[in-house]
T-cell receptor, first 119, second 112 residues
Framework: NAGVTQTPKFQVLKTGQSMTLQCAQD?????MSWYRQDPGMGLRLIHY???????DQGEVPNGYNVSRSTTEDFPLRLLSAAPSQTSVYFC??????????????????FGEGSRLTVL | GESVGLHLPTLSVQEGDNSIINCAYS??????FIWYKQESGKGPQFIID?????DKRQGQRVTVLLNKTVKHLSLQIAATQPGDSAVYFC???????????FGAGTRLFVKA
């Protein structure tokens, strides 16, 4: 299993440009989420999804869009990049409440991160 | 609103000593807590979890204690090793497990 795969690992954008961060998982997890991590701060939840076709806002959703057309993929779109969106972005997946039990916990499985710089 | 926070931003311990990392939470309805370890340049990794119907849970060299009365949990690392140097986050679930909210993190330095 590859786990959670994020691309690209590094990206530099100019203010106003748009881009999509890709995230894919091969663990059949129903829950997926996007976090951003800034220096001196913890991870802040941007958007999350509890299953294909269902998404919702987290703590800091402004400026980002998501969609979940399949269980495996959860792309994050920056509509018009701003310097304030310079950050490290992490995608994560986990078992839903219905999938837990036995060895399955609520553990989040994270990708390696995507470092985004907006000039 | 809910917040999950940590008491100290950094902790420095001698190799071989025990480490204790503390965390406070504000949502009385929180019933599931997880500790994560993040090494430089990597995503966070699961260490141990605990449900609110428990006060203590032990893993390999780690113990999590939960005090619901004062809404506090701690992570204890026994015989701290250089490989334990990392940032440690506590996190809790809300919304029936839909969302996991993280604290700011504590950076653990292990001195040889």
């Amino acid at each position: 299993n590859a786990g959670v795969t994020q691309t690209p690992k590094f990206q530099v954008l100019k203010t106003g440009q748009s881009m999509t961060l890709q995230c894919a998982q091969d663990m059949n997890h129903e829950y997926m989420s996007w976090y951003r991590q800034d220096p001196g701060m913890g991870l802040r939840l941007i958007h999350y999804s509890v299953g294909a076709g269902i998404t919702d806002q987290g703590e800091v959703p402004n400026g980002y869009n998501v969609s979940r057309s399949t269980t495996e993929d959860f792309p994050l779109r920056l509509l018009s990049a701003a310097p304030s969106q310079t950050s490290v972005y992490f995608c994560a997946s986990s078992y839903s409440s219905g999938q837990r039990g036995g060895h399955n916990t609520g553990e989040l499985f994270f990708g390696e991160g995507s470092r985004l710089t907006v000039l | 609103g809910e917040s999950v926070g940590l008491h100290l931003p950094t902790l420095s311990v001698q190799e071989g000593d025990n480490s204790i990392i503390n965390c406070a939470y504000s949502n009385s309805a929180s019933d599931y807590f997880i500790w994560y370890k993040q090494e430089s340049g990597k995503g966070p990794q699961f260490i141990i979890d605990i449900r609110s119907n428990m006060d203590k849970r032990q893993g390999q060299r780690v113990t999590v204690l939960l005090n619901k009365t004062v809404k506090h949990l701690s992570l204890q690392i026994a015989a701290t090793q250089p490989g334990d140097s990392a940032v440690y986050f506590c996190a809790d679930e809300e919304g029936g497990g839909f969302k996991t909210i993280f604290g700011a993190g504590t950076r653990l330095f292990v001195k040889a």
